[in-house]
């Protein structure tokens, strides 16, 4: 069995020398491999489908499903128009975004992966903005979830919500900071502005609401698929005796941990995975925080494949955005660190009650803030509707 493991390893390094002549051929290697593991180990691949299947239907598919139908009708409605009254200047403008990305931003700082690059798809798909001004948007406006940071990372896996808000914070200050490295067109920019959109009073509510559940229904499905896959290639590798050979070789060289180096291996396929296993490693937050933190900012191919599902077809630059989200993990990982340094070791040493009152206060917050998301909207469009 270890013979026939290390001559299929053989072959895929001899035919890495030919990925940039003949892609479709190691693909179809990768591939093959992956068959040749299923029939090998059918348990092991069985039960990384089940467990994918199982965060799909359980975690994933409650808060993403209802999100997608909603946001859809919002963009059916043209609610892209009231969102750029609302916040155009606020959000897009120190993102040097045209007024029209709002609803794309808030979209993303909301749900998070991989909705950000779906908006900002249909959005050029309507000719709302160009294709430069996409390119920008698609880095951007691509952040994990609050309920996936806050909720799965900090409080579940780590088992401090503050920590959860500390990485959320650097997950958000690196994606401010990559619209500050990404360069700008201002002409691009400028004409976006100029394409503002006016609200429709032709709207059938029955057409919308289907046309809205259909898209939930086909989005969700794929996004399942992404997760089952990589449950699955992920699964295989945790269980493969070459991968423990390879993790055993780089500890002795580099002397790293070696549930990091599994972490972040597993991480950077898969985001999930990848938090879970540092986050279970018996080592202190801050280093936690930096591997994390670089998860979050990085995404996991699983995701950039999800991202480049809805990409590929205008043809987007794979490279690009994933050169984009490399320098993002590096500057979340960063930050996050940083904060934690600030602050964290202060509070430590505050009294439970204190902590827990700083949570509170914290949770107040974030639930004001989102309140205003959706009442201002209204507010400041019947004012300004009333002006002119």
Do not use: W
Request: proline fraction near 3%; charged fraction near 10%; aromatic fraction near 14%.
């Amino acid at each position: 069995m270890r013979i026939l493991l290390y001559i299929l390893i053989i072959c895929v390094f001899v035919l890495l020398a030919l990925l940039f002549k003949d892609k479709s051929l190691i693909i179809t290697i990768i591939c093959s491999l992956i068959i040749i593991s299923f029939v090998l180990n059918p348990n092991i691949c069985i039960k990384g489908c089940i467990s994918g299947a199982s965060l799909f239907f359980y975690k994933v598919f409650p808060s993403l499903f209802p999100f997608l139908v909603i946001c859809n009708i919002i963009m059916n409605c043209n609610g892209v128009y009231i969102y750029s009254k609302a916040f155009g200047k606020i959000l897009c403008s120190p993102l040097s975004l045209p007024l029209n990305c709002s609803f794309v931003i808030i979209v993303s700082i909301l749900c998070g992966y991989p909705l950000g690059a779906k908006y900002s798809c249909e959005l050029y798909e309507k000719k709302i903005i160009d294709f430069k001004t996409c390119e920008r948007l698609l880095n951007i406006a691509s952040t994990a979830s609050p309920l996936f940071i806050i909720g799965t990372v900090g409080t579940s896996m780590l088992g401090n919500t503050y920590i959860g808000y500390i990485l959320l914070i650097g997950s958000y200050l690196s994606s401010l900071i990559i619209s500050f490295i990404i360069p700008v067109r201002y002409d691009s920019l400028k004409h976006n502005n100029s394409k503002m959109l006016f609200p429709s009073s032709n709207i059938n509510l029955g057409n919308t609401l289907k046309s809205s559940i259909e898209n939930g229904i086909k989005t969700s499905l794929s996004v399942g698929g992404f997760i089952v896959l990589f449950s699955v290639i992920n699964n295989i590798l945790r269980n493969s005796y070459i991968f423990h050979i390879i993790l055993d070789n780089i500890y002795k060289n580099l002397k790293v941990p070696h549930g990091i180096i599994e972490g972040l291996t597993l991480g950077l396929i898969e985001m999930t995975n990848g938090c879970n296993i540092i986050s279970s490693l018996n080592l202190g937050y801050g280093i936690k925080i930096i591997f994390i933190g670089f998860l979050l900012g990085f995404s996991g191919i699983c995701i950039v494949l999800q991202c480049n599902s809805f990409m590929s077809k205008h043809n987007f630059s794979l490279i690009r955005y994933i050169k984009y989200k490399v320098f993002q993990g590096i500057i979340s990982s960063i930050i996050s660190y940083i904060l934690y340094c600030l602050f964290y070791k202060e509070n430590s040493a505050f009294t439970f009650k204190q902590n827990t009152s700083i949570l509170f206060n914290i949770n107040g917050i974030f639930v004001l803030i989102s309140l205003l998301l959706f009442i201002l909207p209204i507010m400041i469009y019947n004012f300004k509707k009333h002006i002119y």
